[in-house]
């Protein structure tokens, strides 16, 4: 029989809606959303599209909609608040279809209406290196947005396409978050003061994204957190703790970054230059990778509630880390969705 303190916190978790505010796994294995509905995630921002153009992503968008017919027992598209209260009231999970970078627009503005009405509901404005847009974490000057990057901004505003700074360079970041008329997110990443990584975020660009109502994804992937591929769930509640010391309760939540059934050359390519040119990776992925101890899967969700329970937060607080903060800024983001 579980303990008292097990019972309480599934039965939080039973009750929270469950975001998770970035995955990129396989998509093409079965085990993937298995793992997703069995965890109880409500919804999840699927990647995809990293580094493929306008063509490459009609595809993907093309075979996620034989996805949703072909796993209609475990999976919903989620383009509204509404779908995700559905995918919640019948156990299923939802995807968000998401980009990690804009380069599916091309140098075409327009075509950000056309994917926002196939379901694209959020968008990393930059990926690593440098694009029309801006520049990313790892490009070796980062001057901010281009002109082209301010109108996106404000054509992803006007649609209603949740803007994502993850992977965007600081400078990029603190433009991006000055230039949005609606709040922002960075769904994967934690605070560079905890871990001094360059995808980690600077206390400047955290404070300046919660003054606007924006929320922070703190993420599982080992190499963010103080113990590597060593990490457990544990050292990832550290993590947590870190952020909502920083930017507060409200502005937290959870993008883990699970790359579940991903072989080791889908991190190579990650890191390619423009997906192209394969070179030493600039960090050291475990092969086979693996997330913290306890937290290796989606199906092992329920158990961060258990964590944060334990450290002392109270339902609510717990609720909002687990997704009512991720939901809070869809309801605002979607406005026309």
Known sequence: MASPQNEHSQTVY???????????????????YESLQRGGITASNATIAVWEGFAETLDHIAGWQ???????????KIESVEDIHHAKRENKAGIILGWQNAS????????????????????????????????????RCDEGLSHFGVDAVREMNRLGILIDLSHCGDRTTLDA??????????????ARAFVDFVRNK????????????????????????????????????????????????????????FCQDQPHRFFEWLFAQQGTKFRPMPVAIADPHHHPHNLELPDQMPNLADELLGRGYGDEDVSKILGGNFFRLFSTAWKNS
């Open 202 to 257: 600077k206390d400047d660009a955290l404070r300046a994204l919660a003054e606007r109502g924006g929320v922070v994804g703190a993420v599982s992937f080992p190499i963010f957190l103080r113990k590597g591929y060593e990490s457990t769930l544990s050292d990832f509640g550290d993590a947590i703790d870190d952020l909502v010391e920083r930017i507060g309760i409200d502005h937290v939540g959870i993008g883990n970054d």
């Open 177 to 190: 978050i000055e230039q949005s008329s609606v709040p922002v997110a960075i769904t994967h990443a934690n």
């Open 66 to 76: 034989h996805r949703f017919q072909t796993y209609s027992d475990n999976l919903v």
């Open 14 to 32: 039973r009750k929270s809606i469950v975001i998770d505010g970035l995955n990129v796994s396989n998509w093409d294995s079965p085990a993937v």
């Open 104 to 139: 599916p627009i091309e140098n075409d503005l327009s075509r950000l209406s056309l994917f926002h009405s196939l379901g694209v509901r959020i968008i990393q404005l930059t990926y690593n290196e440098r694009n029309l847009l801006g520049n990313g974490c790892y490009e």
